[in-house]
C-alpha cells in the first residue's frame, strides 16, 4: 500500500508537469522536443517505480487501474478548486492538453510492459470523469512528426475529406495568398508559423472524430470558403482577420 501511494504521488507530478508554464507555448515546433524530453528524464523514476509494482503486484491490471483513477480523480480534484467557471474551462484545457502532448507520450516512450496498459487506462478514466474530452493516447514520434508533414494543415485536410487533389483550386489560393500576401505582411511570417505549430494537432484531433467528414465540412461552410472569397474580392485583411479566428476557435475546440 506504502509503494502504490508513492507512486501515486508520482502520478500526480506526471499531471504537474507543465505547472507554472503556458503549455500551449511548450508545444510549438520550436520547443517541444526539448520540453518532452527534459520532462522525461525528470519523470523517469516514476515510470521505472510504476514497471516495478505492476510486476510485484498480485494483479497488474487492477494496480494499473488504481493508478489511473487516481491521476483522473486528481484532475477533477483540480478543477473543482476553481472558483470561477472560466478559470475552471481554461485548466481543463490545459490539462487536457498536458495529457495529450505530454502525459501519455511519456509514459508510451517509457516502453514497459505496463505502458500501453497504463496509456489506455488513463485515457478511459479520464474520459469518465471529463465526457466532453476527445483525449486520446499517441506516442511522441507520431506527435512530433505531425510538425513535419507539409498535408496535415486544416485546408489540405478539408480538401483531401472532399476528395480534392494537392493542387486544387481551393489549396492554390490559399497557398498563394499565403507565399505573396501574408508572408510579407507585418506580423505575417509569425503568424504563418504560429499556425504551423498548431494545425497538425487541430487535425489531428479532427481525424479521430467519427463525424470527421461533417466536421471538415462544416469549417469550409463556415471558414474556408468565405476566406477565399475575401481573396477573390480583394479584401486579404478580412481573410486574414477570419483565418485567424478559425484557428482559434478550432484550437480551443480540438485541443482537449
Known amino acids: 500500500m506504502k509503494d502504490e501511494l508513492s507512486e501515486i504521488e508520482g502520478i500526480h507530478k506526471l499531471l504537474d508537469c507543465c505547472e507554472g508554464s503556458d503549455v500551449m507555448q511548450l508545444f510549438q515546433k520550436k520547443t517541444y522536443t526539448d520540453a518532452f524530453q527534459k520532462m522525461y528524464q525528470e519523470h523517469v523514476t516514476v515510470f521505472d517505480a510504476i514497471e516495478d509494482g505492476y510486476h510485484a503486484a498480485e494483479d497488474g491490471d487492477q494496480y494499473l487501474t488504481a493508478l ?73 514520434s507520431t506527435i512530433e512528426s505531425g510538425f513535419h508533414k507539409t498535408w496535415c494543415y486544416i485546408t489540405t485536410a478539408v480538401c483531401r475529406s472532399f476528395q480534392k487533389p494537392d493542387d486544387c483550386y481551393e489549396l492554390r489560393t490559399l497557398r498563394e495568398y499565403r507565399d505573396t500576401y501574408l508572408a510579407d505582411s507585418p506580423g505575417g511570417s509569425e503568424l504563418i508559423e504560429e499556425y504551423y505549430d498548431v494545425a497538425p494537432s487541430i487535425v489531428k484531433h479532427i481525424d479521430q472524430q467519427p463525424d470527421s467528414d461533417a466536421i471538415y465540412y462544416s469549417i469550409w461552410e463556415e471558414w474556408l470558403a468565405p476566406c477565399i472569397s475575401l481573396i477573390e474580392s480583394g479584401r486579404k485583411e478580412a481573410c486574414r482577420e477570419h483565418y485567424i479566428e478559425m484557428v482559434h476557435t478550432l484550437q480551443k475546440k480540438y485541443f482537449h
Open 68 to 140: 489511473a483513477e487516481a491521476l483522473a480523480a486528481y484532475a477533477v480534484e483540480k478543477v473543482g478548486a476553481c472558483s470561477r467557471k472560466s478559470k475552471k474551462e481554461h485548466l481543463q484545457m490545459d490539462l487536457n492538453m498536458t495529457m495529450a502532448v505530454f502525459v501519455l507520450p511519456m509514459i508510451l516512450e517509457y516502453h514497459g510492459e505496463s505502458s500501453k496498459l497504463l496509456a489506455s487506462k488513463m485515457t478511459e478514466s479520464w474520459k469518465k470523469s471529463f465526457p466532453k474530452t476527445n483525449l486520446s493516447a499517441a506516442d511522441y
